[in-house]
């Protein structure tokens, strides 16, 4: 196979693992609002604290979905831990649109888009193999 050919093929293989890392940062991040929800309704945490809760939750999410896809594409961790948790702020962004038919990212959504980039940034760093040593 050709340089070009690989390339291509490793191209198609980290999309579909960003994107695929993007739906389970989404579940993962809606998990741990629902299990927030009913702490909140509990009584354990305020009301007060939703919008710090929904920050954690596309914080934790975009992890979770940014390891599973650096652990399953090998190279360039960084990048694409970073490009999942970008796909999670875009499926959350279509997901609010579709469902209150407006865009407001003056109203919480630079510091979801923040949690997102960080939490998928954090998973290429740490997600990524540690490379070989070179004998000399």
């Known amino acids: 196979m050709r340089k ?3 390339q291509g093929m490793w191209a198609v293989k980290a999309i579909t693992q960003i994107l695929l890392g993007g739906v389970i940062a989404t579940v993962s991040g809606l998990l741990f609002l629902f299990v ?3 702490l909140i309704s509990q009584g ?3 009301q007060e604290h939703t919008n ?3 920050v954690a939750a596309c914080l ?3 992890l979770v979905g940014g390891v599973v896809a650096v652990s399953r594409c090998k190279g360039r961790s960084m990048i694409i831990g970073v490009l999942t948790g970008v796909a999670l702020f875009l499926i959350l962004l279509t997901l609010g649109v579709v469902l209150y038919q407006t865009v407001a990212l003056e109203e919480g959504g630079l510091p979801l888009g923040c949690a ?3 939490g998928g940034a954090l998973a290429g760093l740490f997600g990524a193999r540690p490379k070989k040593k070179r004998r000399k």
């Open 60 to 62: 934790l999410g975009s």
């Open 44 to 46: 354990v945490l305020g």
């Open 4 to 6: 070009e050919e690989e």
């Open 36 to 38: 927030c929800a009913v």
């Open 52 to 54: 710090t809760v929904a």
């Open 116 to 118: 997102c980039l960080c």
